[in-house]
């Protein structure tokens, strides 16, 4: 008869968790250019791959303690680029991952993104996604995220760039004790557009989701949103709720919110809501009154408004302070790696 | 350094218009250095549309008048620019502004009217001798502007910007109201320690018990928007007694040709 080899517990492989440092950056161009950087090979436990699109997998049990990157470059010459990002946590697994999308010049291109996540039983992602296309970009972004039992993603997505952006997120608690919070900021200037589809759906008990939008449009640009929670009948014990709170820096920008609820069962705590206001008058004037100039002032409030969102991006890869800068209207700056 | 007795703000007939409407019907009123003055009155005398006059608020209109601040007119100047010449203007209402927080505004108001850098030692130094002072935790730091904070906690942050600002002139709009009786001590005190020869204050309030604990040199009482009497410090307690329905025959006739 033979040894059969018994596959360990979650718990023995949380307790055996082996914790690795990454860093690492992986790179892709819309020419297919292809490269690693912050380590000569991955640790053992972490894979990236490229595939039209990146494709990052971590095994069970390993905990990643600094985040790994992906650089989406579009270059000058490209007219379309068609790409996909998966992300794959295996059980008991965590990491904290970043996108940049970002290009040079003033490139008319059509951009068709997709990143899907899979979480499987207790994995963690801190998953966040720096989008700054060329301002001749039309993007889609699609996301589609699967969480499972007792699993937490936490999702950051900042929007700055491109002509058009249309990102529909699609979050499915699929496993109870599941957890989604997305956090998100988008900066409009010119005649930036951006369009939101935002569904979350709840499909099993005791699962929890929260998204949070904050967008700052000034000049001619505009931002619609369409937010809908879904509760299946399956989905009793749900926590869930939607917000969009929008400031507006020009007469002439726009925001559009539309939140929705279509929920089937009894036994959930649900709120959505959406707020539009232009910048305080009294905020700058108090801001004044202590020397700080009319500029300043509005930098501040801000600066101030997207806060919270700015508290979840990693410091590494100097990511806060070059979106933090940008959320306030100075360009982010290609990262460093992209210098060439 | 001002020599004692220069004038530091020099109000003349200042008249005053708010969304359409005369709220200030030719004010005038001279702060030397080193001196205290109270403006008193009832509710809608003018009072807050005075102090955000001085400041430079837009939505109050300057019909006719002037304000000197040390000799130069500063009706023109934003709000920023009349700060940076040392106006100070401690709000009855602090605004509250989520994400910043408070030590980052402190720097940058200090860094403004400064007009320098303020090096990070020199500030957390200032900072703690500060609130110390007054008696603010350290997390006060941390939190948001005003945000959540109670009426005396703004009221005690106010005063811990006109220390770090040191003003020539400091306007103080009701800064008594909303504290209890030991944060009104507390604030007393601090005002009385920035009694300075080379600076004058304007407090601006509705009850008297502020001038129990601050002893002003003069007391301004104004009426729909006039000062109909003017006198020293022991016009407070008259004013306690009384009320202020015997000034009422008054509001007609110009304080100056009263004497």
């Given at each position: 008869m033979g040894a059969t080899t018994r596959k360990p517990s979650l718990r023995e492989v949380s307790d055996a968790a082996p914790i690795i440092a990454t860093g690492c950056t992986a790179r892709l161009d819309s020419q297919g250019d292809f490269a690693l950087e912050g380590c000569r090979e991955m640790p053992a436990g972490v894979q990236i791959t490229n595939s039209e699109g990146l494709q990052i997998r971590v095994a069970r049990g390993i905990h990643c303690t600094l985040p790994v990157r992906g650089l989406y470059k579009l270059k000058p010459s490209a007219k379309i680029w068609s790409f996909t990002t998966v992300i794959h946590l295996e059980e008991g697994s965590s990491l904290e991952y970043v996108d940049e999308y970002f290009g040079t010049g003033s490139t008319a291109c059509t951009v068709q993104a997709a990143t899907r996540i899979t979480l499987e039983a207790g994995a963690k992602l801190k998953y966040q996604a720096i989008l700054q296309w060329p301002e001749g970009v039309q993007s889609k972004h699609t996301q589609v995220f699967n969480v499972g039992r007792d699993a937490t993603l936490e999702v950051t997505p900042i929007l700055l760039g491109g002509l058009q952006t249309h990102l529909t997120t699609e979050s499915h608690?699929?496993?109870?004790g599941s957890s989604i919070q997305i956090s998100g900021a988008a900066k409009g200037k010119n005649k930036q557009t951006f369009e939101f589809d935002i569904i979350t759906e709840h499909s099993v008990t005791d699962t929890k989701s929260t998204f949070d939008y904050l967008t700052v449009m000034g000049d001619q640009s505009k931002a619609v949103f369409n937010g809908l929670i879904r509760i299946l009948q399956?989905?009793?014990r749900t926590d869930a709720y939607q917000k969009s709170k929008n400031l507006l820096l020009s007469p002439q920008a726009t925001i559009e919110a539309f939140p929705k609820l279509e929920i089937a069962t009894d036994d959930v705590k649900v709120a959505h809501g959406a707020s539009i206001s232009p910048v305080n008058p009294d905020q700058i004037y108090y801001l004044q009154s202590r020397g700080i100039s009319a500029l300043e002032a509005e930098t501040m409030i801000i600066d101030g408004f997207t806060e919270p969102v700015l508290t979840?991006?990693?410091e590494v890869f100097d990511l806060k302070s070059r979106v933090s800068t940008a959320l306030v209207g100075a360009p982010i700056g290609s990262p460093r790696e992209f210098a060439t | 350094m001002q020599p004692l007795n220069t004038p530091l703000l020099e109000i003349t007939d200042l008249v005053v218009r708010v969304e359409g409407k005369t709220v200030l019907n030719g004010i005038s009123l001279t702060l030397k250095a080193g001196e205290v003055h109270a403006i008193m009155g009832r509710n809608g005398s003018g009072k807050t549309t005075l102090s955000h006059t001085l400041m430079g608020h837009?939505?109050?209109?300057?019909i006719s008048g002037s304000i000197k601040l040390k000799g130069e007119d500063?009706?023109?100047?934003?709000p920023d620019e009349r700060a940076r010449r040392r106006l100070f203007l401690g709000f009855q209402y602090p605004v509250a502004i989520p994400g910043v927080t408070v030590a980052n505004f402190l720097r940058s108001s200090l860094r403004a009217v400064r007009k320098d850098e303020v090096p990070p030692s020199e500030f957390r130094k200032l900072i703690r001798k500060e609130i110390t002072t007054l008696g603010i935790p350290e997390t006060f730091m941390t939190r948001f502007l005003n945000d959540g904070f109670s009426g005396g906690e703004k009221k005690r942050l106010e005063t811990l910007q006109m220390r770090l600002l040191q003003p020539s002139v400091a306007v103080l709009d009701e800064t008594d109201s909303g504290l209890d009786i030991d944060a009104l001590r507390t604030v007393a005190d601090s005002v009385n320690s920035l009694r300075a020869e080379d600076r004058a204050i304007l407090l601006i309030t509705h009850y008297q018990r502020m001038l129990d604990y601050v002893q002003p040199d003069h007391i301004h009482v104004l009426l729909d928007g006039r000062i109909v009497k003017s006198a020293g410090p022991e016009l407070a307690k008259t004013l306690e007694e009384k009320g202020y329905d015997w000034l009422d025959n008054l509001k007609t006739t110009p304080a100056a040709v009263r004497g």
């Open positions: 608690c699929l496993g109870k399956s989905g009793a979840r991006l990693t | 837009p939505k109050y209109e300057v500063i009706k023109g100047l934003s």
